[in-house]
């Protein structure tokens, strides 16, 4: 790389210093178990959080969920501050774009955000379960964090965003554009997550 005159892209980590406020009676299990396989579109869902940085304000958040099914984001939300209400715009979106069955799973960490009476509410009503990831432990969350590493790898950390609404921009564009559309899973078969999907509908039209 010295020869060629070329760097790599490091990264400082970010260390957000947000609390985790957990009800001390209630048991948070781990109903996905790392069990990443969806037979059927809006059995499994995962969601996270993520940082990204701007000149104009700061550290920003972006809160994503996403079917397990298809690795399809199917709903986002992007926002000045990681409040409860980031999260659940996230989640209503996905509501609306696709649908989590009654009884269906939905996975997160213990973050302040996600154990919120709030949101546990919502999925309550919803008949929706709750399935948590370890405190500390990545692995039970693992395609939400490769995710997160395709976006920081393939689009923020190649970039320098001036603005806000720079940055929701180029997220829209990456997400509904590139990663949904356009980017081949080898877990997917070497196809996109929306080929992954319609090829499931035109199946059943056969069927």
């Known amino acids: 790389m010295k020869f060629l005159g070329l760097r790599s892209i490091t990264i400082k980590k970010f260390n957000h210093s947000g609390s985790s406020k957990q009800d001390d009676k209630k048991e948070y299990l ?14 499994k869902w995962v ?15 972006l809160a ?5 099914f298809d ?3 199917v709903g986002w939300s992007y926002g000045l501050n990681m409040e409860n209400d980031l999260v659940i715009d996230a989640f209503k979106k996905a509501l609306v774009n696709r649908g989590l069955k009654q009884e269906g799973i939905f996975h997160s960490d213990c973050g302040s955000q996600y154990t919120s009476n709030d949101y546990e509410k919502l999925l309550s009503d919803l008949k929706i379960k709750h399935s948590y990831s370890k405190k500390g432990y990545p692995y039970d969350n693992a395609s939400m964090e490769s995710f997160n590493a395709i976006l920081k790898k ?36 070497y196809i996109t997550p929306n080929e992954k999907y319609n090829n499931y509908i035109a199946n059943l039209a056969i069927a």
């Open 71 to 73: 690795l399809k984001v």
């Open 47 to 61: 969601g996270d959080i993520t940082y990204i940085y701007t000149k104009e304000t700061g550290w920003t958040y």
């Open 154 to 189: 393939e689009e923020v950390n190649v970039n320098t965003y001036e603005t806000f609404e720079e940055a929701r921009l180029a997220i829209f564009e990456f997400i509904e554009g590139w990663y949904n559309n356009q980017r081949i899973h080898s877990t997917l078969g």
């Open 30 to 43: 781990n109903l996905l178990e790392q069990n990443f396989f969806a037979e059927k579109p809006s059995e």
């Open 64 to 68: 994503i969920v996403m079917d397990l």
